[in-house]
């Protein structure tokens, strides 16, 4: 079967609540591709998100996501044509080996802040970066992909029922309060992201209400032994206070290999702080943090660790 004339398909690749995945190769330029059909008959909410991620699809390009090469309507069903991301998800990848190693971790959070950045950029916020979103490629690549629910910047946090949109598991703290999400809850959900590469297991578990509400009572746990710039960069992007979290380009920045300063200056970047400047201030922050930590770990108890997540949580009326 062809979509549009030219989009032959092939076996589904990946199934979600409101849409198909298939690989499929483009006949004209005789190339893999993925197209991503939605359900028909979607209500007019999801029929909001389709339209909404063609939208944030056209507008972006980047080595770092998943581009779209082509999107229509066949016989009533809305399609999106992006490029074939050969690998598994990060989440697969977990699932199926042992945690990366620090290495792999830097250079994965450099490429995706790298990604991020332009996105923020863009004016655009994803709100919704997980494993599961995250396409390896070859060398273990990262293109972060599925914009369903990103959102320009001067748009409103939540849907009109007062649903608080994104994964539980990922939530930064101001998603879950119900309040303005912006750019560092994306920096929030990737430091959670580069947690769980490095442990292989979440951070937050338990049911849609109980995950959600558990960064409010602690802290991410940053493991022990890792190198104290990376330990302190990660304490940092999971802050609680979105203003005192690092951006995306900072973040990208500060686990880019480390070049002589003269290299430096003959390319001429320049950045609102370097990345020596930020590991020091990291060090110093994540020092604060690890004492509030251990604080408030003698006071409050963690939710207990069971497995289960949602894309779709509505706990912020229980914090009023």
Excluded at 62 to 84: A, E, I, N
Excluded at 259 to 274: M, V
Excluded at 276 to 282: G, K, M, N, R, S
Aim: hydrophobic content about 45%.
């Amino acid at each position: 079967m062809l979509v549009k004339s030219r989009y032959e398909l092939g076996p589904v690749i990946g199934v979600g609540s409101s849409a198909v995945v298939r690989r499929a190769r483009d006949v004209l330029d005789r190339v893999p591709v993925a197209i991503k059909q939605f359900r028909p008959g979607a209500n007019p909410s999801d029929a909001r998100r389709h339209q909404q991620e063609i939208a944030t699809l056209a507008r972006l390009c980047h080595p770092g996501l998943v581009r779209m090469r082509d999107s229509g309507v066949q016989d009533g069903v809305p399609f999106v044509v992006t490029d074939l991301a050969e690998g598994p998800t990060l989440a697969e990848r977990l699932r199926a080996g042992p945690p990366l190693t620090s290495d792999a971790v830097r250079r994965i959070g450099r490429q995706l802040g790298d990604a991020l950045a332009y996105v923020h950029a863009c004016g655009i916020v994803h709100r919704d970066v997980k494993p599961a979103n995250v396409l390896l490629e070859r060398g273990l690549r990262p293109r972060l992909a599925d914009f369903g629910i990103a959102t320009a910047l001067d748009r409103t946090a939540t849907t009109a029922n007062g649903c608080v949109i994104g994964t539980a598991a990922y939530l930064a703290p101001e998603q879950v309060r119900g309040e303005q999400v912006g750019p560092p809850a994306d920096v929030y959900a990737l430091g959670l992201v580069l947690l769980e590469a490095l442990t292989a297991r979440r951070e937050y578990t338990g049911g849609p209400v109980e995950v959600a509400l558990a960064r409010l009572w602690r802290p991410p746990v940053v493991p022990d032994g890792l190198p104290a710039d990376l330990a302190a960069l990660l304490h940092a992007m999971t802050l609680a206070e979105p203003a005192e979290r690092p951006t995306a380009a900072e973040v990208a920045a500060a686990l880019a290999p480390r070049r002589p300063a003269s290299t430096a200056a003959r390319h001429g970047r320049h950045r609102r702080r370097t990345a020596p400047q930020l590991t020091t201030a990291l060090v110093a922050g994540a020092a604060a943090v690890a004492a509030v930590a251990s604080v408030a770990s003698a006071d409050q108890r963690a939710p207990e660790r069971v497995s289960g997540s949602t894309d779709v949580v509505q706990v912020h009326r229980l914090l009023r």
